[in-house]
Every structure is written in C-alpha cells, then in structure tokens.
C-alpha cells in the first residue's frame, strides 16, 4: 500500500538556523511527491513537489529531492526565518489503479522558529 | 470565488446529534476531496467526487458518513448520529481534474468539529 512516514515534532529552532524535517515513502509504482505547508489559521497549500527519481523541488528557500533508492523526500531549508512558522506535510500521489491522483500524506510537523 | 470556502468554520454538537459540513471549491474545478485530520494524526482520505460522482467512498469510516455533491460545485458532508471519535478538522479540497499524479489540490480552512 501507499504510506508517507514523517519526522515528528513539534521542531523549534532560532532564525537563521539549519532546517531538515525527514520524510521517507512507502508506494507501488512510480507516485509523484509533495510537500504542503499550513500557516497559522490558512489551508494546506502546496510548497514545492517532486514527479520523478532525482528531481528536486524548490520553493522559498525550501528544496526536497526525490530519492527512489532512500525512498525519501526530506524537506530542507539552509536558513529559516520566522515567518516559515508553520505545520509541514510531506505527502504522495498514487499513480495507478484505483488510487490515482489520491494524496496520501504524513502526520505533520509542527515548526516554531523563534526570532 | 477565489479559494475553496468551508463552512462552518466551528462546530460544537453534542453525541447523537447530527452535523452537514460545507465545501465551495473554486470555480471550474471538477474534483472535490474530503479529509479529516484528527488530533496528532495525518489527513485521512474520505471520498472524493468527480463531478457529482463519487467513484471512490472507501474512505469513509462507517455508514453514518455521507456526502453529496450538486452542479459541480458545492458539497456536504453529512455524520449522523455523531460520536466523540468523529472530532476533527475535516478538510475539503478541489483541483482542476482527477486522475492526475500530480495534480495540485487547493484546501480550504476546515471546519473544527468537536463532538462533547
């Protein structure tokens, strides 16, 4: 089955500081993988996403690259700020069968960045 | 309208009552999508709809859920006879088409539904 496994938190860290929150997958086939961002009081919206082995997504300084043979997708940020203060999920797309186009995704990982 | 509007945005029932939840999806779009976060837990799949079709409703967790969708636009998502464990924030979403991989979906707000 399909299933997305996430670094659980909740992660606080000073400005400017290093960010990893681990993500890791497990799919049939070939999914395409997201991450998705919630800003306090805001919808889930979509930060950056990955369709294919090696392809690394990018978006507001934030960077995750598709890795098939980890089967990761760890979300990083070289130095985060406080407004990236929000709740992350890293989450799949099912590629075939019955399940295509349905977003499996993982728990969620709530990050504080303290000024 | 411009993002997917969810309505209301609280709602406090009491065990055995029932509660419709709202969805508006943006305009154009043909696919809508259902899911429920509960407290320290992933978004869980409930259903989603093509159109007014609902090809898959293995999501949903017992036959007191039902949803429904008209004109391809608005949806309910209706719990009968509500117990404690359906507390959550139920989530609705909708992107252009389904059957894309990667397809980017658009969420709404939710609603916080608290069951006492």
């Known amino acids: 089955g399909n299933s997305v496994t996430q670094m659980e938190g909740p992660v606080t860290l000073s400005e400017e500081a290093f960010l990893t929150i681990n993500c890791t997958y497990t799919?049939?086939?070939?999914?395409?993988l997201f991450w998705y961002v919630q800003y306090p009081g805001e919808g889930l919206q979509l930060l950056l996403k990955?369709?294919?082995?090696?392809d690394k997504g990018s978006n507001k300084g934030f960077e995750a690259t598709y890795r098939k043979e980890t089967t990761s997708f760890h979300l990083e940020k070289g130095s985060v700020q406080v407004s990236d203060s929000a709740v992350y999920f890293c989450?799949?797309?099912?590629?075939?069968?019955?399940?295509?186009?349905?977003?499996?995704f993982g728990r969620g990982t709530q990050l504080t960045v303290w000024p | 309208g411009a993002g997917v509007s969810q309505s209301p945005s609280n709602k406090v029932t009491e065990k055995g009552k029932d509660v419709e939840l709202r969805c508006d999806p943006i305009?154009?779009?043909?696919?809508l999508y259902w899911y429920r976060q509960r407290l320290g837990q992933g978004l869980e799949f409930l259903i989603y709809?093509?159109?007014?079709?609902?090809?898959?409703k293995s999501g949903l967790p017992s036959d007191r859920f039902s949803a429904e969708r008209t004109g391809e636009s608005v949806s309910t998502l209706t719990i009968q006879r509500t117990q404690q464990e359906d507390s959550a924030v139920y989530l609705c979403?909708?992107?252009?088409?389904?059957?894309?991989?990667?397809?980017?979906?658009?969420f709404g707000s939710g609603t916080q539904l608290s069951v006492l």
């Open positions: 979403a909708s992107s252009l088409a389904v059957g894309q991989p990667n397809e980017k979906l658009f």
């Open positions: 799919a049939t086939g070939y999914p395409s």
């Open positions: 990955a369709t294919k082995a090696d």
């Open positions: 989450a799949l797309s099912s590629d075939r069968g019955s399940t295509l186009g349905r977003l499996y």
């Open positions: 305009s154009g779009h043909t696919a």
């Open positions: 709809f093509q159109g007014n079709s609902a090809p898959d």
